[in-house]
Nanobody, 125 residues
Framework: QVQLVESGGGLVQAGGSLRLSCTASRRTLNMYHMGWFRQAPGKEREFVATISSSGSLTDYAEFVKGRFTISRDTAKNTMYLQMNNLKLEDTAVYYC??????????????????WGQGTQVTVSS
């Protein structure tokens, strides 16, 4: 079991940027495919971006393409989500998650077995 911890959330004005980080205790993240998901008040949790264990494959939700970038740093055992040109509708709790499957399966929440506690991102006008 891997314990995931997100950080980097906060309050930012529309058009601004934030970088979220996800790190793990006890185990390396390198064996996991990883993802970012978010949940806004009153809405279901939704896919944002995923990255394969090697870092060679990524996938993004349409509403973040061109604005968000997912990456991972093996040496630091950390995954990132660089968020640029933030919009009011990006306000949500952002969660990182890990999929232990050998094959990179992508964006479905059901594939991800380990979840962090979430970090709040609030975008103001």
């Amino acid at each position: 079991q891997v314990q995931l911890v997100e950080s980097g959330g906060g309050l930012v004005q529309a058009g601004g940027s934030l970088r979220l980080s996800c790190t793990a205790s006890r185990r390396t993240l390198n064996m996991y495919h990883m993802g970012w998901f978010r949940q806004a008040p009153g809405k279901e949790r939704e896919f944002v971006a995923t990255i394969s264990s090697s870092g060679s494959l990524t996938d993004y939700a349409e509403f973040v393409k061109g604005r968000f970038t997912i990456s991972r740093d093996t040496a630091k055992n950390t995954m990132y989500l660089q968020m640029n040109n933030l919009k009011l509708e990006d306000t949500a709790v952002y969660y990182c998650a890990a999929d232990p499957n050998i094959f990179y399966r992508g964006r479905s929440l059901t594939y991800y077995e380990e979840w962090g506690q979430g970090t709040q991102v609030t975008v103001s006008s």
